[in-house]
């Protein structure tokens, strides 16, 4: 049974920094890609940031240059360092893996950015 576990978020000032973790467990098969996406408001999970198994990288516009996506293989983790945080950041955020025949998803971590 695959599990994504979320952990590393919080409630921060404008400009401080975080880092999520997604700890991955059980066997993936045929990854196309893992990321983070961020739940702000009910039903819309938008995208964040994307490695793919090529090692190519995406990233959202809003995003680009303040956030950067990790992966460590040996660790079965992803991360999402974040700085310059901003209030528009705060959300739910998922972990996600993409393979061939479905996703998988975190059960999502709480980010709460104040002015």
């Known amino acids: 049974q695959v599990q994504l576990v979320e952990s590393g978020g919080g409630s921060v000032q404008a400009g401080r920094s975080l880092r999520l973790s997604c700890v991955v467990s059980g066997i993936v098969e045929n990854v196309n890609s893992m990321g983070w996406y961020r739940e702000a408001t009910e039903n819309e999970r938008l995208f964040v940031a994307e490695?793919?198994?090529?090692?190519?990288?995406d990233y959202a516009d809003s995003v680009r240059g303040r956030f950067t996506i990790s992966r460590d293989i040996a660790k079965n983790t992803l991360y999402l360092q974040m700085n310059s945080l901003k209030p528009d950041d705060t959300g739910t955020y998922y972990c996600n893996i993409e393979t061939d025949t479905q996703d998988y998803w975190g059960q999502g971590i709480q980010v709460t950015v104040s002015s």
């Open positions: 490695i793919y198994s090529s090692g190519r990288f």
